[in-house]
T-cell receptor
Framework: DSGVTQTPKHLITATGQRVTLRCSPR?????VYWYQQSLDQGLQFLIQ???????AKGNILERFSAQQFPDLHSELNLSSLELGDSALYFC???????????????FGPGTRLTVT | GIQVEQSPPDLILQEGANSTLRCNFS?????LQWFHQNPWGQLINLFY???GTKQNGRLSATTVATERYSLLYISSSQTTDSGVYFC?????????FGKGTRLHILP
């Protein structure tokens, strides 16, 4: 158990809908990262938050957004869902989070999103 | 952007065998991490290794940053080692994953 929790574990929804994925980091970790893993794109970094502020952006679509709350949990919002958004979405946390002082990341169990 | 290549893409071994997985990266990186994704999808930290050598039980890793590669060694393979092994590099506040090596250990 990495100490990172994600809810829900599975989510099935229809095209055009909006969903929210939730992540709670390990105790003491200030950085949260979101990743998407799909069969064709592999593991892709989406976005990182550090202590409530956006720190880095990867291949995140405009239809997706995220935030980190004062208690450090994070939510990833996916809207206007398309079939191609079906994937495993991982959250990870680390103690801190700059490239120069990056600490190892610990991954949650993931949320499997299926868009029908 | 930086490219991360892992080899081999697939590997099938008998239980008890040793293996070496390789990760090449195209430019200098700030850090490097190895992960194991088990058949249930869980991503597990193996090593956080920007340079040098680390060992943890039957697994060890070596990163030669100046030559832009890292190696993951698995000795005396067990069926529980099956899954996909990813390396990820950190560069300019971004993390880039390789496509992974799929390892299948036969009993």
């Amino acid at each position: 158990d990495s100490g990172v929790t994600q809810t829900p574990k599975h989510l099935i929804t229809a095209t055009g809908q909006r969903v929210t994925l939730r992540c709670s980091p390990r105790s003491g970790d200030l950085s949260v990262y979101w990743y998407q893993q799909s069969l064709d794109q592999g593991l892709q970094f989406l976005i990182q938050y550090y202590n409530g502020e956006e720190r880095a952006k990867g291949n995140i679509l405009e239809r997706f957004s995220a935030q980190q709350f004062p208690d450090l949990h994070s939510e990833l919002n996916l809207s206007s869902l398309e079939l191609g958004d079906s994937a495993l979405y991982f959250c990870a946390s680390s103690l801190t989070g700059s490239a120069q002082n990056s600490y190892e990341q610990y991954f949650g169990p993931g949320t499997r999103l299926t868009v029908t | 952007g930086i490219q991360v290549e892992q080899s081999p893409p697939d590997l099938i071994l008998q239980e008890g065998a040793n293996s070496t997985l390789r990760c090449n990266f195209s430019d200098s990186v700030n850090n490097l991490q190895w992960f194991h994704q088990n058949p249930w999808g869980q991503l597990i930290n193996l090593f956080y290794i920007p340079s040098g050598t680390k060992q943890n039980g039957r697994l060890s890793a070596t990163t030669v940053a100046t030559e832009r590669y890292s190696l993951l060694y698995i000795s005396s393979s067990q069926t529980t080692d099956s899954g996909v092994y990813f390396c990820a590099v950190y560069r300019d506040d971004k993390i880039i994953f390789g496509k992974g090596t799929r390892l299948h250990i036969l009993p």
